[in-house]
């Protein structure tokens, strides 16, 4: 069975990001293996003008700006755009366990919003192709790249989370929790926050 839900919006993830930065001058990119139990946080590894990075890549679908494709279940990679993050503060509510925003050991967040108006299994379908069909099929509508210094947001959402909205989130067979915070306050409290924008159209036309 193909991959689907949050499991399927974290590889494309990866896999445009993990592109970008190839084409953007980062080397030696590496995945690293692991599942949420067992894994530090790290979804990828590269180097950056010789700076070696470690970096936690977050998938967020709420990006869309239309009404009746954001209305359609047959497309849940895409929704109407919101102007806040979800950041994981819990990762299994059962457990306790720690969300990757205390647990991961990545220098970056790079908090990756993207929407995409194709049905789950036609999008898991291209993951196993190669880049060219692959950038050129999964039609991406909108996407942005926000590159976020994980331990100052860190320091700074361990003193203002109570401030906001908790939700939880169901996904891979577990129940997470997630603060809801907006963007704008988000980029005015935590330095070095860095806009990328787009990302996909220029590896579209690879």
Wanted: hydrophobic share 45%.
């Amino acid at each position: 069975m193909g991959l689907t839900g949050a499991a399927l919006t974290h590889e494309i993830a990866k896999r445009v990001v993990g592109a970008y930065l190839s084409a953007n001058g980062g080397v030696r990119i590496a995945f690293p293996a692991g599942d949420h139990v067992v894994s530090d946080g790290v979804d990828i590894r590269y180097m950056l003008a010789g700076r070696p990075v470690a970096a936690k890549i977050q998938a967020d679908c709420y990006f869309g700006t239309d009404p009746e494709k954001a209305g359609d279940r047959s497309l849940p990679m895409y929704r109407m755009e919101s102007p806040t993050v979800a950041l994981e503060e819990t990762a299994d509510i059962a457990s306790k366990m720690p969300g990757w925003l205390y647990s991961s050991q990545a220098d970056e967040l790079l908090y990756y919003r993207m929407a995409v108006p194709r049905p789950e299994a036609e999008v898991a379908a291209l993951l196993d192709s190669p880049d060219a069909v692959f950038f050129s099929e999964l039609g991406t509508e909108r996407d942005e790249l926000r590159v976020i210094p994980l331990p100052a947001l860190r320091s700074w959402f361990s003193r203002q989370a109570e401030q906001f909205t908790p939700r939880p989130v169901f996904a891979q067979g577990r129940m997470s929790w997630c603060r809801i915070v907006p963007i704008a306050e988000l980029e005015s409290a935590v330095p070095g926050v860095r806009l990328v924008g787009s990302v996909y159209a220029s590896l579209a036309g690879r």
